[in-house]
């Protein structure tokens, strides 16, 4: 843990903080349906012919079940939509490679992953999407899904902010504002930005390169038909192939880097994602990238604290989710700096720790703060391989995931998921005096805790439920020796369940980054991992906004000597145990079957 990590530590902390302010105050101009901004001249009039396109009353406000059922639906056709171009992408134009259908299976966890947030790929970018694909199907989804977040978030804060009330907004208005006056104009100057450090942004096929020296490998033989040829043992027959030439990727990258970083959408233009030197030129893109990851969600706490009329309040919050980033981050780079447990039992202290599965641009450090980063927000982009991490440092962005993604959080979603927390944690301090618990003025009663719980619920059963299923069944590909299916992992005992472990909970946390041992491209791990991350969506949104909707209708009550005061050191602490307490009880069990006794194996000399 050498002196330039923590240099870098500290500037990534006041930078962010710094951002959170301004982020915050525009944020409060966004959505505000009435508010003005500085782009007001140029976006006032599309905003407009918008609505009258889309047949919205820009003036008329949802409860939260309208307001619910507006998001759902927005939701479903947008799905609908990037299924049908995902499986009609041979016929359609911005196809140069000539690129085929994608499968049903792969084209519906395809479409499923980008609607949720979650930018899963069982794919190649580079090898399967066409720029059509990837322009329209899921560029669209990177904006739709980063400002249905947003707008979930303003709704809940609205119903924090407002009393005797119904109305929490308008979905329409909110979404429209969102990708017209914060993420569209952001994302051309952070697009600009990422250009100018060398990353393309072209339309042209990919390139051809000769190799200097070329190299010889071998490959399964096909006859005419494309089909496999089989010996008399049943095996593939392998054949030499000589490799002369390297493909190398082109296309609309710069544009696709802005808007997945800065909705925290995350996925890969290339298969590389951010390890790959177009897609992550120089140290200030990498800097520029994991800045975007948190900066609309750290704003979103100022924006929380001004709704409320309690600057402090979110300041609170903001102080309680940076303690936990700064936990991840240490734990993380302490693990991969000591190094590989397996060189330690055979008295080998690498110097430089554990650097498989690193870019070497970037080393240990970057490679756990990025690693903590994309699981602390539900980005998923990743600049090194999760699955090469030390079992302990693996275990940092899985029980990132199992907190629901709440530290900073992705866009939208961390502010909503913190605030079930302070729900429970005003609830428990309530407990602790034996009085009624009071949020910001209101009591909390049964319907809502109950609200609170069933969404912390959901999460748990859908990621331990979908992981114990496919643990005890055969979903992977089948063995090319007896053609028998398998578990899908390449890797055994406890690393091989974390494959397993840390893709439902990447896929229910609506993270989309992966142990990328498990081989998932099959139609059972497609249908279900798309299911649980239409689960982790949507199934935990429906009673958030019931609880915002329970909250905006709620009187405002005096504080007294009893009330429990959200702001200060005693709360954070509570904050902070109650979240920990909460994931720990949730998910220990299956860490302890993982991470944990794998790293205690390691150490003893045995390998998985």
Not at 61 to 73: F, N, R
Not at 328 to 334: D, E, I, K, R, V
């Amino acid at each position: 843990m050498q002196p330039s990590g923590w240099l870098q530590l500290a500037v990534y902390v006041v930078v962010l903080a710094a951002i959170t302010k301004p982020m915050g105050l525009y944020l409060m101009q966004v959505l505000d349906a009435k508010g003005r901004t500085w782009l007001d001249p140029v976006l006032r009039p599309l905003e407009r012919l918008t609505y009258w396109l889309m047949g919205v009353r820009a003036d008329h406000e949802q409860d939260w079940k309208q307001y619910t059922w507006a998001m759902l639906l927005f939701s479903l056709v947008g799905c609908l939509f990037t299924y049908a171009i995902l499986r009609l992408q041979h016929l359609l134009p911005l196809n140069p490679q000539g690129f085929g259908p994608v499968s049903p299976d792969l084209a519906f966890n395809t479409a499923v992953s980008f609607t949720t947030n979650t930018n899963w790929q069982n794919y190649t970018g580079e090898s399967t999407m066409s720029y059509l694909s990837q322009m329209v199907a899921l560029v669209i989804h990177n904006f739709a899904s980063a400002a249905t977040g947003i707008a979930i978030a303003a709704a809940v804060v609205r119903g924090l902010a407002r009393h005797t009330t119904k109305l929490l907004g308008n979905f329409w208005v909110d979404l429209v504002r969102v990708s017209y006056y914060l993420l569209l104009p952001i994302c051309l100057v952070f697009a600009v930005a990422l250009v100018s450090q060398g990353m393309i942004q072209n339309f042209q096929p990919f390139t051809k390169a000769k190799l200097v020296e070329p190299m010889k490998i071998q490959v399964e033989k096909k006859n005419d038909k494309g089909e496999t040829v089989k010996g008399a043992d049943g095996k593939a027959v392998m054949e030499e192939q000589a490799v002369t030439e390297q493909v190398i990727p082109q296309g609309p990258m710069a544009s696709q880097v802005a808007i997945k970083m800065l909705g925290t959408n995350g996925g890969g233009y290339t298969n590389a994602n951010a390890a790959h030197p177009f897609e992550n030129p120089t140290p200030l893109s990498n800097f520029l990238q994991i800045l975007s990851i948190f900066a609309i969600g750290s704003g979103l706490t100022y924006y929380l604290g001004r709704m409320t009329k309690s600057q402090a309040h979110g300041w609170a919050v903001w102080a309680t989710m940076i303690v936990l980033f700064l936990a991840g981050a240490l734990a993380c780079w302490w693990a991969e700096a000591a190094g590989n447990p397996i060189h330690h039992h055979l008295g080998v202290i690498a110097a430089d720790g554990n650097m498989e599965g690193k870019e070497v641009r970037f080393g240990i450090f970057n490679s756990a703060l990025f690693a903590t980063i994309t699981t602390d927000a539900s980005c998923g982009a990743v600049n090194c391989m999760h699955d090469s991490l030390t079992a302990l440092g693996g275990m940092v962005p899985l029980f990132n995931l199992h907190l629901g993604e709440v530290i900073i959080g992705g866009v939208g979603a961390g502010l909503y998921g913190m605030l079930v927390f302070v729900v429970l944690a005003v609830f428990i301090a309530g407990l602790m005096v034996g009085r009624t618990p009071e949020y910001l003025g209101k009591k909390i009663q049964s319907f809502d805790v109950k609200m609170a719980m069933l969404s912390l619920l959901i999460l748990a059963l859908t990621i331990l439920g979908f992981s114990a299923w496919a643990c005890m069944s055969q979903w992977g590909p089948p063995d090319p020796a007896t053609h028998a299916l398998t578990d899908g992992t390449n890797n055994s005992g406890p690393h091989g369940f974390s494959e397993i472990l840390y893709a439902y909970s990447s896929a229910v946390a609506n993270n989309g980054s992966a142990f990328a041992g498990l081989s998932g491209n099959t139609p059972w791990y497609n249908t279900t991992l798309g299911l649980a991350m239409l689960f982790g969506r949507f199934l935990m949104v429906v009673p958030i906004m019931a609880l915002a909707g329970s909250l905006a209708q709620k009187k405002l009550v005096p504080a007294s000597a009893g009330t429990f005061p959200v702001t200060g050191f005693t709360f954070v602490i509570l904050l902070l145990g109650t979240v920990l307490l909460i994931g720990a009880l949730n998910f220990l069990p299956a860490l302890a079957l993982g991470p944990i006794v794998e790293h205690f194996l390691t150490a003893q000399g045995k390998l998985f």
